[in-house]
């Protein structure tokens, strides 16, 4: 099969393309989740749509999976290997095509880093607003197929609203345009959204036309330390619910804070508070009233200090904390679960509330911390994994925050996509009838299945 496949692939595409030694096949199997994966046949780093076409010609007339891969930080096992797959690289599609400032637009291949292109706006005077923690080595191409969240979508949304049309390979070779890439346009179904989160198993993006918007204002931001989760959240709903609207709205709970003072302890965390509350404004006028008005709201929740950062300097010192959550959690006992959970904002409080219960009924250890301002946390299970009965009440808690989520009207995939790991999950919030239509979708686009096979749907 090997020989066969690399065989074709070889006829149609230029020289050094195809990667074939198994210890380089082996180094791409995973992706950030660092699940197991199962052994790919090959994998091609195509340089243009037409070779990413010429791929799935092949790939289609012998019926191979094809697993689409930007940087491999997705977190749900998408961009893993799939047994007997190739593995299709689309990091060197990497240049920036143009940066249009009458249109406001960016013209992008899929492999081009994100952060990369939010300097290339940046220096035009533009900013491109999707931001994900992972902007530094993340894809255009995956954060599309993923429809990435991050810091920022309070106010400027997700990856889909930045995305006007994208040039995709479609299963069978050929090469289209979603829709034209005006403002507006309203002909045909919305395709360009259906691609967008599809996670690699609709069609290859090969090519992304972007929304620019005129640079923000520096990033100035409020912190507020808190007695409590409940507190900290009230504050965060009055903020949410006020005509004044954050860039950022980040929360950390007592568990989190816990871990941060023991693995950054330069970083000044007042020994009694219990929650930390960051709000952020980028407004270009008023910023001031903005950092006012959430000091005020801090104040009025009974925050024990509120903190003020009044360039991006000082702005930074306060992210310190939530930079080193991850560490923080992992230095409590070494192993845990991850979450990506959104309820209606609205109902985080009774969330929390509820996950204490959890907790105490479960003996395990939960963090909540994240995206306050979008309903979105990310839930951290942590455990002594060296302890089985401490290892099934961690797995037992994550599994019920889960559906805790979905009771409260929620989601158990917030940004970081579904992919095989939350496969399962989603029954609780999607029905048999739409997962079928879903399927159904898939097949016309992709009739043979050979696109990310067994992943999203
Ligand atoms: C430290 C860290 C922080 C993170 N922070 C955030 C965050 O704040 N917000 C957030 O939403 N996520 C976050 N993530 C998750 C991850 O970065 C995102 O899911 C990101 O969108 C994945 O981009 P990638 O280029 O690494 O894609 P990959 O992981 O390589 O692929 C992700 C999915 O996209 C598909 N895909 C990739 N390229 C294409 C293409 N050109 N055409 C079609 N399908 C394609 C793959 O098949 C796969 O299903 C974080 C991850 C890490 C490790």
Known sequence: MTANLAA????????????????????????????????????????SAEEVAAVLRVANETGTPVVPQGARTGLVG?????????LLDLTSMDAILAIDVAEGTAVVQPGVIVADLQRAAAARGLFYAPDPASAEWATIGGTIATNAGGMRCIRYGVTRDAVLSLQVVLADGSIERTRPAT?????????????????????????????LLPAPGPARGVLGLFPSTAAALAAAAAITSGSRLPSTLEFLDDTALRGIRIARPEIPLDPDARSWLLAVTDSLEGADHDLDHFSAVFAEHGALSVTRADDEERLDDLLAARRALNPGLQVLWGDATHGDLAVP???????????ERIARETGAEISLAGHVGDGNLHPTVVYDGSDPVATEAAHRAAAELLRLAQSLGGTVAGEH?????????????LSARLRGLQREIKRVFDPRGILNPGRKL
């Open 8 to 47: 074709r692939l070889t006829e149609t595409l230029p020289a050094g393309r195809i990667i074939e030694d198994p210890a380089l096949v082996a180094a791409q199997a995973t992706d950030s989740s660092r699940h197991p994966a199962p052994r790919a046949e090959l994998v091609v780093r195509p340089r």
């Open 78 to 86: 998408g961009s893993a290997a799939i047994e007997g797959a190739i």
């Open 183 to 211: 403002v507006k346009g309203v002909a045909g179904l919305d395709l360009t959204s259906l691609v967008v989160g599809s996670e690699g198993t609709l069609a290859v993006v090969t090519e992304a036309t972007l929304r």
């Open 345 to 355: 904002r609205s109902r985080l409080a009774e969330f929390a509330s509820e996950a």
């Open 417 to 429: 996509g579904v992919g095989t790991l939350k496969l399962d999950d989603v029954d609780g919030e």
